[in-house]
Structure formats: structure tokens, C-alpha cells
T-cell receptor, first 112, second 115 residues
Framework: GDSVTQMEGPVTLSEEAFLTINCTYT??????LFWYVQYPGEGLQLLLK?????DKGSNKGFEATYRKETTSFHLEKGSVQVSDSAVYFCALISGGYQKVTFGTGTKLQVIP | DTGVSQDPRHKITKRGQNVTFRCDPISEHNRLYWYRQTLGQGPEFLTY????????KSRLLSDRFSAERPKGSFSTLEIQRTEQGDSAMYLC?????????????FGSGTQLSVL
């Protein structure tokens, strides 16, 4: 079945540091890939997505590139801010495109 | 667009009791999902509706769980004879897109504690 593996957290960075959160996947068929974010006290929301190989999703300074050869979708940001502190979930949809499968989440804490 | 609403926000119950949660999706969203999330884990798929039809149900879901979406609007999730292992955050999400561009809008969840 489908699965998503994320690097374990928490990840603690100083403000303006470079961020990478690793994500790899196993899927039937040809999945679309997503990053969702959950800010403290809020519901999950879509951060970015990529629907085919070599696509780059981007939003709010975050980027992730769909790498089919390595089955990866790593999240990056060049300079994190305190407001980026949240839990980040990698996810995919595949097969009959009926359900979204999530990873376990990576907590990011950015300190001033 | 008032967002996805879930009720109640918190539910404390004794083992063996039945509980029911409600989800009101964004109006005109035809797809509705239920997920369960435990501490330190990602959302785990439970079931999915397209309009009023329940199209998929997780094999992890026991017969004690049932979900409905009458008239394709709000949805309810019932857990019968609750067990301590049912304690979790129950999340509802809705969407209007589907397919490869699926975008889920999540509610804030119902936190269930089974004593």
C-alpha cells in the first residue's frame, strides 16, 4: 500500500537558517505529492503540491521538487522565520485518487 | 466560506459508551473525509464520501465505527462501545477538487478521551 516516510523531529533552527525536511514515499501508480502544515492551535492546511515528476511546488518561500527516481519530495526553505514554527506533514494521493495518505509529521521550532 | 466545522471540540466518555461526532464541510464540497490522529502521528485515513456515497472505508476500522452523510451535506461519525484505544483526535476534511489536484480543507478536530 501507499506510505510516506518523513524525517523525525523535532527540528530546531535559528532564525534565518536553511531548512530541509526529508520525505520519501511508496505508492501504487503515479502519485501527486503534497506538504501540509499545522500551525499551533490550527487545523492542517495545504502548503504546496506537485502533480508530476520534476514539478516544483512552492509557497511562502517553501519549495519541494517531485523526484520520481529517488521517490522523494523534500521540503526546503532558504531562511526560516519564527512564524514558520509548526508541524509539517508530507502526503500523497495515488491509485484511484480516492484518499490522501500522510506521513507522521515533523515538528519545526525556530528560535530567534 | 466559513470553513469546516466539527462538533464537539472535546468529548470525554467512559469505556463502553457510544459517542457521535458531527462535521459540517464547506458548502458545495462534494468530498468528505474522516481521519484519526494520535499524538506524534500523522492523520490516519478512516473513510471517505463523495456526496452521500461512502466510497472507501479503512480496513483498520472496526465494526464499532460507522459514518453517514445523509443528503451529501454534513456527516456523522459514531463509535459504539468505546475503548481506551479509541482516544484520539478525529479530523474531518472536505474538498471540491479530487483527483491529482486534491486539496483538503481540515476542521479543527474533535478530541476524544475514553476513560
Amino acid at each position: 500500500g501507499d506510505s510516506v516516510t518523513q524525517m523525525e523531529g523535532p527540528v530546531t533552527l535559528s532564525e534565518e537558517a536553511f531548512l530541509t525536511i526529508n520525505c520519501t514515499y511508496t505508492a501504487t501508480g503515479y502519485p501527486s505529492l503534497f506538504w501540509y502544515v499545522q500551525y499551533p492551535g490550527e487545523g492542517l492546511q495545504l502548503l504546496l503540491k506537485a502533480t508530476k515528476a520534476d514539478d516544483k511546488g512552492s509557497n511562502k518561500g517553501f519549495e519541494a521538487t517531485y523526484r520520481k527516481e529517488t521517490t522523494s519530495f523534500h521540503l526546503e526553505k532558504g531562511s526560516v522565520q519564527v512564524s514558520d514554527s509548526a508541524v509539517y506533514f508530507c502526503a500523497l494521493i495515488s491509485g484511484g485518487y480516492q484518499k490522501v495518505t500522510f506521513g507522521t509529521g515533523t515538528k519545526l521550532q525556530v528560535i530567534p | 466560506d466559513t470553513g469546516v466545522s466539527q462538533d464537539p471540540r472535546h468529548k470525554i466518555t467512559k469505556r463502553g459508551q457510544n459517542v457521535t461526532f458531527r462535521c459540517d464541510p464547506i458548502s458545495e464540497h462534494n468530498r468528505l473525509y474522516w481521519y484519526r490522529q494520535t499524538l506524534g502521528q500523522g492523520p490516519e485515513f478512516l473513510t471517505y464520501f463523495q456526496n452521500e456515497a461512502q466510497l472507501e472505508k479503512s480496513r483498520l476500522l472496526s465494526d464499532r465505527f460507522s459514518a453517514e452523510r445523509p443528503k451529501g451535506s454534513f456527516s456523522t461519525l459514531e463509535i459504539q462501545r468505546t475503548e481506551q484505544g479509541d482516544s484520539a483526535m478525529y479530523l474531518c476534511a472536505s474538498s471540491s477538487t479530487g483527483g491529482r489536484d486534491e486539496k483538503l480543507f481540515f476542521g479543527s478536530g474533535t478530541q476524544l478521551s475514553v476513560l
